[in-house]
């Protein structure tokens, strides 16, 4: 297992735990403890947990897993995810994507829709996402536009107020939101107040709002609400949502597809 591989192991069953004890990571990743050890120290230098007498622990409730470390999580389920906001999408429109692992899986399920193959443009993007951007420039039939700001270096978000200026200028048909939480009460949310202000504009600005967000995301609650219920359009999920759950969106005038 190569060095990235056991930092992204590690750090996911941390997330997951809240606490991993040297020994028993060595077990679950069959590698020695002296690696396991030399690993927490280099992730606790980059500040990424915080190193315990014999293990780790999460920086605390709030703790957010950088994207590069999140691409593996139910990675079936955000393309199947992906490709069914992709068919929702019509040629020629104009789509806001903010940051995150599903809506990265999005800008990918768009770049190879057959009905998106072609256009002037074939669609217009609008994302605060360095990295949605720069999968998508390469796509000749796609204008891409960027919200500009400062990146956030845990989600390759641009935010602040560089941001609004860009926002305050346009419309688009749809935005499609990646969350880390959505509840039918308390609404869609992030990690970070200032990701989530920007995420906020881009629902405001578009005429119909996705939220792409795995099972897991629903009915949890978050820091930084993005926006309320009311304001989403569609849920798109998997199936491995309970019914109730699909009842209180549909309940609160949320449209949901599972896939």
């Not at 040629?91 to 800008?107: D, F, I, M």
């Amino acid at each position: 297992m190569s060095r990235d591989a056991r930092w992204k192991a590690l750090l996911e069953l941390l997330v997951e735990r809240g606490r991993l004890e040297v020994e028993q990571a060595a077990v679950e990743l069959d590698v020695s403890a002296a690696t396991i050890r030399r690993d927490f120290d280099q992730l606790a230098e980059q500040q990424m947990l915080v190193r315990t007498r014999g293990g780790a622990v999460v920086h605390g409730v709030s703790y957010e897993l950088p994207l590069r470390y999140k691409t593996a999580r139910r990675a079936s389920e955000k393309q199947r995810i992906a490709t069914a906001v992709a068919g929702l999408v019509a040629p020629g429109e104009a789509v806001g994507l903010t940051g995150g692992t599903t809506t990265t899986e999005v800008a990918r399920a768009l770049a190879v829709h057959p009905d998106l193959a072609s256009g002037a443009p074939a669609l217009t993007v609008v994302t605060n996402a360095l990295n949605i951007a720069n999968e998508l420039a390469v796509r000749p039939q796609f204008k891409i536009v960027t919200t500009g700001g400062v990146a956030r270096p845990q989600s390759y978000e641009l935010v602040g107020p560089l941001a609004n200026g860009v926002l305050g200028q346009i419309t688009m048909d749809v935005a499609v939101l990646g969350v880390v939480a959505f509840d039918a009460v308390h609404g869609a949310a992030a990690h970070d107040e200032a990701e989530a202000a920007v995420n906020r504009l881009l629902c405001e600005r578009a005429e119909r709002v996705i939220v792409a967000a795995d099972s897991s995301k629903l009915g949890q609650r978050a820091f930084a609400l993005i926006c309320p219920t009311g304001l989403v359009d569609t849920l798109v999920t998997d199936t491995a949502v309970d019914q109730e759950t699909v009842r209180r969106f549909e309940e609160a005038g949320v449209r949901v597809l599972t896939v």
